[in-house]
Structure formats: structure tokens, C-alpha cells
């Protein structure tokens, strides 16, 4: 191969991998964060993480016997911190919640993989606390 079919295929590679990196992201829909979620975007800030949107969207299709269905998940916030991404699931009672109880843990592992994020942080706004829940496949 000579010089310039190298960089033809460089470029095409590039163009590819742009895309592809942006259609991955671009999917997922949201909101500015609004003056109603001050507490919650103060907390995520002042632990470090960049608010991305507000709201996350994700358009979800589901065939059922050639059947299409379009449904949406949603969540609090999308944020990121040291290069990963994390989504953000605000909890506003006081109860005492067993996040590997088998309803919480199908909920957040289907958001992980639906948004394809690192992890879900679990914002309790009343006690103004993070915990960050990850999984390993």
C-alpha cells in the first residue's frame, strides 16, 4: 500500500469511530438541570461529578410476536467523574432501602446496561448522600 491509501484508511477509520461514538451517546435525550433540582445538582457538584443532562431518555424498542413497542426509560440525572459516566437515581423518603434486594437490583442493572454507563449513584436528598453501585459482568 503506498503513503496516501494509508491515509485514506486513517481517515476513514476516524470518520467511522467518530460517528459511531456519537451515535452511541446521542440517543440519550434529557434537560438542562433546572432551579427545582438545586439540592441534588449542589451534592453531585460538590462530590466531583459533571452534570451531562438532566432527565435522561432512552427510546426503547420491543417486538413481541413481530409486534413493535416504544417505550421509555428514564432517570434523575446522567452525570460523569474521571471519565466514567454514572447515572443518578434520586431517593427522596428516609426508609432504609436494600439495594441488592432482587427488585432494586434488576431495576439499576437494567439501567447500567440500557444507558450503558459505569455505575448508578443513589442520591438520598434528605441525608445529602451518595452511594455508587457498579456491576461486574
Request: net charge positive; no cysteine; hydrophobic share 40%.
Amino acid at each position: 500500500m503506498e503513503k496516501k491509501d494509508w491515509i485514506i484508511l486513517g481517515l476513514l477509520v476516524l470518520i467511522f469511530s467518530i460517528r459511531w461514538l456519537t451515535t452511541r451517546t446521542s440517543r440519550i435525550t434529557g434537560k438542562k438541570p433546572g432551579k427545582s433540582q438545586g439540592k441534588a445538582v449542589q451534592i453531585l457538584e460538590d462530590a466531583g461529578y459533571e452534570i451531562i443532562t438532566a432527565k435522561p431518555t432512552l427510546a426503547v424498542k420491543m417486538e413481541i410476536d413481530e409486534q413493535q413497542h416504544i417505550f421509555d426509560l428514564k432517570n434523575d440525572f446522567l452525570v460523569k467523574r474521571d471519565g466514567k459516566r454514572y447515572l443518578v437515581h434520586i431517593r427522596r423518603d428516609t426508609k432504609p432501602v436494600r439495594l441488592q434486594s432482587k427488585l432494586w437490583r434488576s431495576s439499576l442493572l437494567r439501567d447500567v446496561l440500557a444507558f450503558r454507563v459505569n455505575g448508578m449513584l443513589i442520591l438520598h436528598l434528605e441525608k445529602g448522600t451518595l452511594q455508587e453501585v457498579r456491576f461486574r459482568i
